[in-house]
């Protein structure tokens, strides 16, 4: 098996206010450690010990629940660290900004809609900026740790930014206030490396 669990791209309170020490502490050492261990424990010895996540994903409806919720799990954290920076916030540039424009109309059309797809995902859940089998930008969510590489999502795609609205990623400080935590958070993606992303689904 090629996969590791790696460490946060950052110090724990780098992202200090909009996600502080603890939250991130307990997320990533706690929450996401987890979904990697019962990801492991679940592929291991199976055919799936040597298939990527991307393999895994676009036949999870035959695959048991376990390696559908942990294998999420593992994934969309790893993405979740990476699309956050210290250095993070302000807009895009270039030809991602320009896509944002084209598919949203303008980046304050995209960030309001992308927040109220955060706000409306009912429980615990992801909100997602993918690039669609067109190749087209769209926005979509998923419950639980579902992500839209999933053949059981119903807007896939390849995710390029995904914010985490689990109450375990922001009710420290934000308690119930998922719509604060949304509007913070921009203030910390990493909008380079979203464009990376972007570049990369479109090759």
């Known amino acids: ?5 790696a460490p946060l791209p950052y110090p724990a309170d780098a992202l200090e206010p909009v996600i502080d020490k603890t939250t991130m502490e307990i997320h990533h050492g706690r929450h996401h450690k987890a979904y990697f261990d019962n990801f492991i424990a679940a592929i291991k010895d199976t055919p799936l010990a040597n298939e990527t996540l991307e393999a895994i994903f ?7 629940a376990a390696v559908r919720n942990n294998g999420g799990g593992y994934y969309n954290h790893n993405l979740y660290w990476n699309v956050m920076s210290p250095n993070g916030g302000g807009e895009p540039e270039g030809e991602l900004l320009d896509a ?15 927040k109220d797809a955060g706000i ?28 839209p590489l999933m053949d059981t999502a119903a ?29 913070a958070w921009w203030k910390v993606v990493n909008w380079p490396y979203v464009a990376e992303l972007y570049r990369q689904a479109k090759a």
Request: a positive charge.
């Open 58 to 64: 676009a036949g999870i409806s035959k695959y048991p």
């Open 100 to 114: 944002i424009n084209a598919a949203f109309g303008s980046f304050d059309a995209f960030k309001t809609a992308f």
């Open 155 to 183: 807007v896939q795609g390849t995710p390029i930014l995904g914010c985490d609205v689990w109450e375990h990623a922001y009710y420290l400080n934000y308690q119930n206030k998922r719509p604060d935590y949304l509007e």
């Open 1 to 5: 098996m090629n996969y590791t669990f």
């Open 120 to 147: 409306k995902q009912f429980g615990s859940g992801w909100a997602w900026l993918i690039v669609g089998k067109d190749g087209k930008l769209a926005i979509t969510s998923t419950p639980n740790q579902g992500n």
